[in-house]
């Protein structure tokens, strides 16, 4: 009798946003039951892994996975989830419920190309914001938005500081914006540092509604 395969789609799990990309020992032995003998799951640089599931009980998966206290996102031209710092000088002190709050508003939206946030707690820089598409840093009892960064290729580059003395709210606002804006208006296939260039700095800020006094 011939065997028949389940068509697999892969998704990206980790831990959530907390104190350090960890995973406990329930979500191994959760995710083991999915790795079928020789398969192998993959390890990103943005805090994810890839785990390949059967396409048809995906959202079986999910809810079991997410039982375990996993988050799941999906892969491709998505926003990712949030690439944290460690949050070492604790949780309120370093904003981690804001950095929640504003991977659970961003992440997953369809984008023109895969787009990667990151969150760091302090100027020190840990979570990497600078060199990532869109990147947040808290500094004091406020936030400092950095967009345009690019970690790889011979071209990376520091992103540009767009807009500073941001309330929490004010940061998910604005953070929502941008991406929409780069979701409606941005090429196939266009890399967010390529929207930025093209858009520009300060006509993304206006159009956001702010100006460039904004600035300090
Ligand atoms: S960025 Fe600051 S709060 Fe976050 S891990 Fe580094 S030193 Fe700690």
Redesign the pocket.
Known sequence: MALVTEKKIKIAVNGGINFGAKLNGKQLVVLAKYLDDGEELELTTFQQIYIEVPEERKDQVINEFEEAGLSCYPVGKFVKSLR???????SE??GLPVAKELNKRIAGQPVPFTLKPAY????????EPMINDIGV??MKDTYTLYIGGKSKGHDARVGTKIIEGLTPEELYDVAEKIISMYSEQGKKREQFYRFVSRIGIDEIRKRVGYSEESLD
């Open positions: 944290t710092c460690n949050f070492c000088k604790g002190h370093e760091t707690g302090c100027p020190i820089g840990c979570g840093m808290k």
